[in-house]
């Protein structure tokens, strides 16, 4: 068996890495009070306690708990919920539901939950619970494959799941949570996804790519600065201008907000006009997403904002037909 528990140095913090294997109900409550405090979303709750104990795999079912636990000011680690930075959290599940469970390689491993606390999230926490569940899955389940979803909007989930883990983009759902309220979500803008695959056997492989010719290619979304009246106050803010859905080239950059997590919050005002932005982003890049992957073009790369070419973008190639 795979070592449950792991301590990493990020700058200044140490951190344990630990899978949780606790058969006391009890400590399973750290993991919906931390999904709590980052979702702010208490309609979406996790299972009950006695419910998440019984579903983890090492008491009766096919679910694994990560916690990443922060070092205390005196040393040593209380894997508790005062020092719990962040966790994840998913469970196995099959591919085709007519094969089921009879064939190991149907098997796949759903993360549903990936967060970390508000005052660890300049350490890079995220990717490295998302390293430690690869180890974890692979490692104690020997599942090849992590499925999960995420806001396509979102640069900072685009950046690690698509630049840094690798993840192939499957598919895109629309309005897959239906309305869905809290910090990061807002019931008026539909929650749209990104089914994602991640191939933990590292098998797979990224077809490259002209990126001169990509920031020469025409853009199918674009975008201008404007000054608008937020929340707090007056800030420039990114605004679809307009959508090309049907261009044509080899590579293709796809823009997104610098950051969709802070549009949410400033633009919940009164103005319909304002707090049309974000909706506006989701439909418009909803249209173009679904035309260009319909069209056999594949997600290969994510690219944060850069002098040469401002907000960030997915790049975006025709796949091949040997690829499709």
Not at 206 to 230: F, I, K
């Amino acid at each position: 068996m795979r070592a449950l528990e792991k301590i990493i140095t990020i700058r200044d913090r140490r951190f344990l890495l630990r899978v949780e294997t606790s058969h006391e109900s009890a400590d399973y409550r750290k993991y919906e009070d931390l999904r709590e405090e980052i979702w702010g979303y208490p309609d979406d709750h996790m299972s009950g306690t006695r419910n998440m104990m019984c579903e983890n795999v090492f008491h009766e079912g096919g679910s694994l708990f990560l916690g990443a636990f922060a070092e205390a000011a005196d040393g040593g680690f209380a894997a508790d919920g005062g020092s719990l930075a962040g966790f994840c959290y998913g469970f196995v599940g099959v591919r085709d539901k007519s094969v089921g469970f009879r064939d190991p390689r149907n098997l796949r491993f759903y993360s549903q939950y990936a967060g970390v606390r508000k005052a660890f999230q300049s350490y890079g926490l995220g990717v490295r619970l998302k390293e430690f569940q690869r180890e974890c899955v692979l490692g104690l389940l020997g599942v090849p494959t992590i499925i999960c979803t995420y806001d396509p909007l979102t640069g900072v989930n685009a950046h690690r799941n698509v630049r840094r883990l690798g993840m192939d983009v499957l598919e895109y759902r629309v309005a897959t949570y239906g309305e869905y309220g809290g910090h990061l979500n807002r019931p008026d803008v539909p929650t749209d996804r990104f089914l994602m695959s991640w191939d933990l056997e590292g098998k797979g492989g990224r077809p490259g790519y002209d990126l001169q010719a990509a920031l020469a290619a025409p853009e199918p979304v674009r975008a201008s600065l404007r000054r608008v009246e937020g929340k707090s106050g007056g800030l420039d803010l990114e605004v679809v201008e307009a959508t090309d859905p049907g261009v044509e080239a080899e590579t293709l950059l796809v823009r997104i907000p610098l950051d969709l997590y802070r549009m949410l919050q400033e633009t919940d005002v009164a103005d319909p006009e304002v707090k049309r932005i974000p909706v506006d982003w989701r439909m418009a890049t909803r249209e173009v997403f679904r035309a260009l992957l319909a069209r056999g073009y594949r997600v290969v790369d994510f690219l944060k904002a850069a002098a040469d070419k401002p907000g960030h973008h997915y790049v975006l190639r025709r796949a091949a037909p040997r690829d499709r």
